[in-house]
């Protein structure tokens, strides 16, 4: 995957959240955006996920402008799955429908196959169990694989994740970040933010540290963490490390 | 069991008052009011006539029964105005969305009166419309249309931003968000005032008794001319308002709480 930000900024009001932000990663499998919260790893994969467009600058993935018409964002935003750092499971339907929805209504599965594909993926969770719960009835870690088996199932080739673990527990991490890794080798392109520095370093190709708006240091996974060049990251680093 | 628990709420949310304990508390609340009442008609020294009044009692039923319909229609067609006025808003067309914003402050900015004096006067004798009940059943729609429409509005703005951008990620074309994601989600949150919006729809009905809309309430006030009494039949009125009214007000209550334990 070869992703580009040509100066984004991306302003909510008075917040400037990306400011004059510059990118370029070439030939990545796996990408990990890592940094101090608020530094803007979250709204840069909504950027990347065509949920929203920069206030200016232009962002291309695999060498195509992400679409600037609607239509071509939809068609964009059906072929990627996004896990959200809030999960954003839809409240009024259970876990089963939640997977199952989109598959009916956007990939034109059938509502027999819908199901069937649903389950099989919520089992690979450990969710078999739980289909039925809605998700105020869930812990934060079930939703979290439900958010995850919700973007997995219509197979999309580039998965967007936005701490995809930070709900879970030491276990279910491991599993989860395994059931990534799987993904990996499954020749999917991922866009992960973590703030788990041993994963990142062990399954991304490339790190990209990100804080106060601006790109601070990009290179390959083992360089950042190892041998980081500026101040910044050095910082974040050591304070990653000391707990 | 105490004198004090008997009257007094515990603090603990887990033990609610028994039943006894409501009932008695409830009779005295209500034995309370009535001695104001009975204090009121004793300084009046109102001589009752209740016989003449009990007479009519098929003339009550038979309004009881036209404000029952009147509602009923004007509730259904105040919800398929109520809803295409929400659509309208929500439009891009901005002559469509202004004209929704303009139908609902111009009906939530004036009087219920005036606007059946204007709708009965102007627009029903422009449209030629005869009817009495089909005149009062169009006010009446267009008039609870335009809080239902604030009140789905209300609960489309509510549904959050995080769930617009997780139907926009899986890829839901704005229909398919509209029907599966905002639409559930804000007729639920808005039951409660629905219903509650319904109750006001039968009370507000009383007003049409001015355009000679034989109802529940035109129908009491000929009963009190008929028998030269005063109050009498304002007493059967406000027990026939209220058979319907608190039900709707119970199932309101009902559903906030519901919808209070689910989120
Ligand atoms: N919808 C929004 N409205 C206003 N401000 C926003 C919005 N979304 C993000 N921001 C602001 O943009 C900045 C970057 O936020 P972002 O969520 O991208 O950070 P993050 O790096 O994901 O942080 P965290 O690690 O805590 O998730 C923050 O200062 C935040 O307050
Ligand atoms: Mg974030």
Not at chain 1, 42 to 59: D, N, V
Not at chain 1, 155 to 165: Q, S, V
Not at chain 2, 1 to 10: A, E, G, H, N, Y
């Amino acid at each position: 995957m070869n992703l580009r930000f040509e100066k984004v900024t991306m302003r909510y009001g008075q917040q400037c959240a990306l400011d004059d932000f510059s990118l370029s990663i070439d030939d990545a499998r796996c990408i990990a955006l890592i940094g101090p919260s608020g530094g803007g790893k979250s709204t840069t994969l909504r950027l990347l996920a065509g949920l929203e467009t920069p206030s200016s600058g232009s962002i291309q993935i695999n060498g195509t402008e992400i679409g600037s018409s609607e239509p071509e964002r939809l068609a964009y935003r059906k072929r990627t799955g996004v896990v959200f750092q809030a999960f954003n499971l839809f409240p009024h339907f259970d876990a089963l429908t939640n997977v199952a929805l989109p598959l009916e209504k956007v990939h034109g599965y059938s509502h027999s196959a819908s199901i069937e594909k649903a389950e099989t993926i919520l089992e690979q969770f450990q969710l078999s169990e739980h289909r039925f719960k809605k998700p105020a009835e869930l812990s934060g870690g079930q939703n979290q694989r439900v958010a995850i088996a919700r973007a997995l199932a219509p197979d999309p080739d580039t998965i967007f994740l936005d701490e995809p673990t930070s709900a879970l527990d030491p276990e279910m991490t491991a599993e989860v970040l395994d059931a990534i890794e799987r993904l990996i080798d499954a020749k999917k392109d991922l866009v992960i933010a973590t703030h788990q520095m041993g994963f990142a370093k062990h399954a991304a190709n490339q790190i990209a540290l990100i804080a106060e708006g601006k790109l601070v240091e990009t290179g390959p996974a083992a360089q950042v963490i190892e041998n980081p060049q500026s101040p910044r990251t050095q910082k974040f680093l050591s304070a990653c490390l000391s707990f | 069991m105490t004198p004090r628990s008997l009257f007094f709420d515990s603090e603990s949310a887990s033990k609610p008052p028994s039943a006894l304990a409501r009932a008695a508390s409830f009779a005295i609340a209500l034995l309370a009011l009535s001695l104001c009442l009975f204090a009121a008609f004793y300084v009046l020294q109102y001589e009752w006539n209740w016989s003449s009044v009990f007479r009519y009692k098929a003339k009550f039923l038979k309004g009881w029964l036209a404000t029952l319909g009147i509602s009923s229609i004007s509730l259904i067609f105040s919800f398929l105005v109520g809803a295409i006025a929400t659509l309208c808003y929500r439009s891009r067309f901005l002559p469509l969305k202004y004209l929704a914003n303009i139908y609902v402050e111009l009906i939530r900015g004036t009087p219920l009166l005036v606007q059946i004096y204007i709708f009965f006067y102007v627009i029903a004798n422009a449209a030629d419309i005869q009817n009495r009940y089909l005149v009062g059943i169009c006010i009446m729609a267009i008039f609870s249309g335009a809080y239902i429409s604030e009140i789905l509005r209300a609960g489309i703005e509510g549904v959050g931003r995080s769930q617009l951008l997780s139907a926009k990620a899986i890829g839901f074309s704005e229909y398919q968000t509209f029907r599966y994601v905002i639409a559930p989600q804000a007729l639920r949150s808005s039951l409660p005032a629905l219903a509650g919006q319904t109750a006001n729809l039968i009370k507000d009905s009383s007003l049409l008794s001015i355009i000679a809309i034989s109802e529940f309430t035109l129908n009491a006030q000929e009963v009190n001319a008929f028998t030269y009494s005063s109050f009498e039949s304002f007493f059967p009125l406000a027990i026939g308002y209220l058979a319907l009214t608190l039900p709707i007000m119970r199932l309101s209550r009902i559903l906030e709480k519901r919808l209070r334990f689910e989120t």
